[in-house]
C-alpha cells in the first residue's frame, strides 16, 4: 500500500497500525467497517476486510483514531490491531453489573485523612494502566500522568507548599482567588481536619493528569481522567480527593510549580491526593432528588 500526507493540519504521522484479518477467522459480517469512525476501512472485490491506500501511518480524521472499535467489535476475533492479540481483551462478560458500578458510584467519598501508608507502586502502576482507556477528544491520547509515589516525597512536597503559602501571606497573597478571609477559615480548620497541611490533606500521594494546551480537548481530558481515577481506587479500596485549591497556590509560587516538571504549555486544573483511607465508612449515601433534571424537546418547524 502506498503512504500520503493527509489533508487535515491535525493529523499525526505515526508508525504503521499493523492492522491485520485473519481471512480464515473472518465471518464478513463488516460490524468493523460499520463502527469505524474514520470510514478507512473497506471490503475488497473478494469481500475481504482492507483498509485504504494511504491510511496506515496517520492519526486522525484522515487516517485512523486508533480506537480499535475494529478489533473489539469483531465477534470472531479475526482482527488484530498495533500488534495486540483480541485473546488479551477483557470480554463483556467481565465487566461490572450495572448494580456493582451504582454501589461502586454510591460509596465513592472525598477523603481527607489517611493512613501512614503507602501504596504499593505495583497497585499505582496497574490503575495507571487501566486509566490509559479514558475517553479523550478525538482519541488523541495526549494526556500525561505526573505522580507521587514515595510518602517522604510528598511530605517534603507538601511542607514546601505550606511554608511558602504562609510567607505569600504575610505579602497578602493568597492561593489562586483566594481572599485573605477565605485563607484565613483554611487555616482555622487545618488543626481539626487536616493538622499541618490545608492544601494536600496528608495524603501519601499524589496524582496529575495534564494535556498540551490548545489541542484537541485538553481542558475536559484530564478532569475526565481524574474522576476515572478516583473510581479506581475506591474498586481498589483506597481513598481519594480531586482538589483544586493546590492548584491556586502553586500558581503563586513558579519556583515549587516548577519542581513538578510539567512543562508549561501542558495543562492541569486540578490533582488527586490518595492512599488507604483512615476511617472506613459503613455505607453510602443518598443524594437522590437534589440536582434538577430538565427535559429537552424540540418542536418542529413546518413553514
Not at 493528569?209 to 478532569?223: E, M, R
Not at 504549555?265 to 472506613?280: A, N, Q, T
Request: aromatic letters at 10%; hydrophobic letters at 35%.
Amino acid at each position: 500500500m502506498g503512504q500520503m500526507e493527509s489533508e487535515y493540519k491535525d493529523d499525526i504521522r505515526v508508525g504503521s497500525f499493523h492492522f491485520k484479518v485473519d481471512q480464515e477467522k473472518c465471518i464478513h459480517c463488516k460490524k468493523c467497517i460499520k463502527v469505524c469512525s474514520t470510514v478507512c476501512l473497506y471490503a475488497d472485490n473478494e469481500d475481504n476486510i482492507r483498509m485504504k491506500d494511504g491510511v496506515d501511518g496517520i492519526f486522525g480524521w484522515g487516517g485512523c483514531y486508533r480506537c480499535q472499535h475494529c478489533m473489539a467489535v469483531c465477534p470472531t476475533g479475526a482482527i488484530s490491531i498495533f500488534d495486540r492479540n483480541p485473546e488479551d481483551s477483557v470480554l463483556p462478560d467481565g465487566a461490572a453489573t450495572s448494580s456493582q458500578l451504582e454501589a461502586l458510584m454510591r460509596n465513592r467519598r472525598a477523603i481527607r485523612g489517611y493512613l501512614n501508608k503507602e501504596v504499593p507502586r505495583e497497585l499505582i502502576d496497574q490503575m495507571l494502566r487501566v486509566l490509559e482507556n479514558v475517553p479523550t477528544g478525538s482519541n488523541r491520547q495526549s494526556i500525561e500522568f505526573s505522580v507521587v509515589y514515595d510518602r517522604k516525597q510528598m511530605d517534603i512536597f507538601r511542607k514546601l507548599v505550606r511554608d511558602e503559602a504562609y510567607r505569600l501571606a504575610e505579602q497578602g497573597i493568597y492561593p489562586g482567588a483566594f481572599s485573605k478571609k477565605d485563607f484565613e477559615l483554611q487555616a482555622s480548620m487545618e488543626p481539626y481536619r487536616n493538622p499541618g497541611d490545608m492544601f494536600f490533606v496528608n495524603a501519601p500521594h499524589m496524582l496529575i493528569v495534564h494535556s498540551p494546551k490548545g489541542k484537541g480537548t485538553w481542558t475536559i481530558d484530564p478532569i475526565l481522567a481524574v474522576s476515572w481515577f478516583e473510581l479506581l481506587c475506591a474498586a481498589n479500596g483506597l481513598g481519594s480527593i480531586i482538589m483544586t485549591y493546590p492548584v491556586g497556590a502553586l500558581s503563586k509560587m513558579p519556583k515549587i510549580q516548577k519542581m513538578l516538571d510539567i512543562p508549561e504549555d501542558r495543562h492541569f486544573s486540578c490533582l488527586v491526593g490518595f492512599g488507604y483511607p483512615d476511617i472506613k465508612y459503613s455505607r453510602g449515601v443518598q443524594r437522590e432528588n437534589i440536582i434538577p433534571v430538565h427535559e429537552l424537546r424540540f418542536e418542529q418547524d413546518t413553514d
